[in-house]
């Protein structure tokens, strides 16, 4: 009789397939900084060739936030006219707006997903140079753009994107150097920097204590950091289901701040740059109001708040400090899960490619 080998008992862990994604992470980076950036070059040459006048970006959910990253970098770093479009306007009411010298980036992880395909197409047809980046080059979002940029973050199974996240947000990063003229040499030392933050996961879990029982949470950052908020409080909803809600420091103050006394928990992330320096006032009113504030970014700003986590910030460049403020956050989101009782890996009502039309 052939004896039952011995069961993985790692296999049914909750949250075991995001934290071996999470875990992927530095050398999905590096893959993109050795493999996949002389491809990306090579595309940002072609449309940079093109001369696009304006951009528009078209993304969903986890990729809509790594579209923000992208429009910062445009505006910030090239002064390009640029704007998140309206798919809608194309898929529901069939506008054909005229897009002739306009660069249409749509971002996605799948490239599936019926209504970024139909406005890419769209787009296409009314004279844009479109630019599909996706972690499938089999797409057909891939299929019925000009270009295409692939991320390389290999198969990912966890319904919250993590891996495909920062990696999206990487080779953005590398497409608006080159299309500018630049290298991209700020990021080569991300895959270190972020297998250092992985490694302090226990910091993380004694962090996640604080929201076991949160039945609200609100975060803010500005600049280049406003992204990162908003894809926190994705990860935390579709992961824990708490109701989390992003601002951008500038609108917490007009208005939502009043909602925020001493229990209702406030996550800051902050910039070390501009950003910081502009969400300064909001973290000062926050303070006075008693809340309770968690700070992840800088030492100096985490010391002045009620918690925080540190990041490696000295000499880090602004603009992909992002790639980095995530990956806690990630963390976060799953440890809190974990400790509601819930697998992160399989968020309730939620699939992998969402059918938007």
Known sequence: MTPTPPQDPDSE?????????????????RRLLDTGAPAIRQTAERVAERKPRFVLLTARGTSDHAALYAKYLLEVRLGMPCGLASMSTITAYGAKPDLRDVLVVTVSQSGGSPDLVASAQAAREAGAITLAVTNNPDSPLAAVSQ??????????????????????????????????????????????????????????????????????????????????????????????????????????????????????????????????????????????????????GPKAQVDQASAGFVLPTDGVAEEVQPILEIIPLQLLAYEVTIARGQDPDAPRALAKVTETR
């Open 13 to 29: 862990r909750p949250g075991r397939i995001m934290s071996r994604e999470m875990a992927e992470q530095p050398a999905v980076l």
């Open 147 to 296: 270009h295409h940029i692939d991320i390389l973050a290999g198969p990912e199974r966890a319904l919250p994107a993590t891996k495909t996240y920062t990696a999206s947000l990487l080779a953005l990063y590398l497409f608006v150097e080159r299309l500018g003229g630049s290298d991209g040499a700020a990021a080569a030392s991300l895959p270190e920097l972020a297998a250092g933050l992985l490694a302090r996961q226990d910091e993380v879990k004694a962090l996640a204590a604080r929201y076991r029982f949160a039945e609200r949470m609100v975060i803010t950052s500005r600049g280049y950091g406003y992204p990162t908020a908003k894809e926190a409080a994705l990860k935390l909803m579709e992961t824990s289901y708490i109701p989390a809600l992003a601002y951008s420091g500038a609108d917490l103050l007009h208005g939502p701040l009043a909602m925020v006394d001493n229990i209702s928990p406030v996550i800051a992330v902050v910039t070390d740059g501009r950003g910081g320096e502009a969400l300064q006032p909001v973290l000062d009113r926050l303070r006075g109001r008693g809340a309770d504030l968690v700070v992840i």
